[in-house]
Every structure is written in C-alpha cells, then in structure tokens.
C-alpha cells in the first residue's frame, strides 16, 4: 500500500461552442434567460505549450496555461472522446502562482509555448442549474460556450435560440487556423492587434 489512490475517476468536460452575432445580443439573450454574471469580463492570456515535434497537437491533446486577471492556472485535456454533438475529453487543472516559473518548470520537461490567443471573458450561470455559459470576446469574433450536462446545454441553446446545427467542437486554435486559411492570411498568434487584417482582391 503507498497510500495514493491506484485509480481516480477522470473529470469530464462536456461542452460546445456557438458563434454569436455580437458580444450586445448575446448579452442580452443570456440576461433575459435568468442568466446572472458569475465571473465578471476579464481580460485572458492563453499559452498552449507542445514540444519540439508538436506532438500534443498531433494527439489532439492540449496543454495550456492561462492568466486571467490574478489567476494562473494550468490545464491539461486528453483526447476527444469521439461521438455526438458534444466535444467531450477528460480534464484535469489546477492554479500557480508564479507565470515565469510554470512556463519553466514546463521547458524543463520539453514543453515551450507553441500558441498564444487572447480573449475577453465573462461567465454566465442561472441558480440550482449544473452548467454555465460563458461569453468569449475573441479578436475573430464573438462565441459563447455552454459546459454542462448534454442535457443541460442542448435545452439552454434552445432556450437561447440555436440548436445543435449551430454547435462548434473545434479549439479556438483549431477556428483560428480555419479562420486564417478563409481569410488568406498567415496563421500565427491569436492576438488583439496582432490578428492579421484579410487581403483583398
């Protein structure tokens, strides 16, 4: 006996992404379905972090490190588990104090920044419900999240006015990319200022 547990049931996350006309309607969509601000609009640095050969990426696993206000906190999300109209994928996360030191620890294990986007973030929930929506200000656009029971978020996407033909399962790295290939522009971090302008003709 070592006194650790041999196995630890695995925290699922279960969500879906919706794009949203602007960040106004959403808001307003939200506000009118009994939805309260439970986390209020603050500004998010994400770093996914991959080694030399991206064999993260190419496992569809994501390591990641975000700073949001005064919160850093790691988090790692195995494969998706294929099938619905969920993405669905174990998750496991916890919070540092210390950006510089995370990201070194990290390189110590082979592991740099790889990817870098930016967003605005506010987190939405109505009382007595087990999911929450958040609302995702990015510099390509406006998305909102729903996490939750699958149950949960097919009935609050009704609710909001979409349905599941409206439902996205890609990372925002994944949308950024799709989002450059579309636009003609050279993918590289998803920043506010940085993002590219389309080229024309």
Known sequence: ?????????????????????????????????????????????????????????GSSVLLRVRVAGKLITCTWKGKEIHGGAHKRREEREFHVDNLEECLALFRGLGYAPSFRYEKYRTEYARQGEPGHATLDETPIGVFMELEGPVRWIDRTAKQLGFSRDDYILLSY????????????????????????????G
């Open 173 to 200: 790295g994944r949308l950024y990319e799709h989002w450059c290939e579309s636009h003609g522009v050279e993918s590289r971090n998803m920043s506010f200022g940085a993002v590219p302008s389309p080229r024309i």
């Open 1 to 57: 006996m070592t006194g650790y547990p041999d196995r630890v049931k695995a925290p699922e996350e279960i969500e879906v992404k919706i794009a949203a006309e602007s960040a106004a309607i959403l808001r307003a969509r939200l506000r009118g379905n009994g939805f309260r601000i439970t986390r209020p609009r603050v500004f998010e640095r994400n770093i996914t972090l991959d080694d030399e050969e991206r064999s993260l990426k």
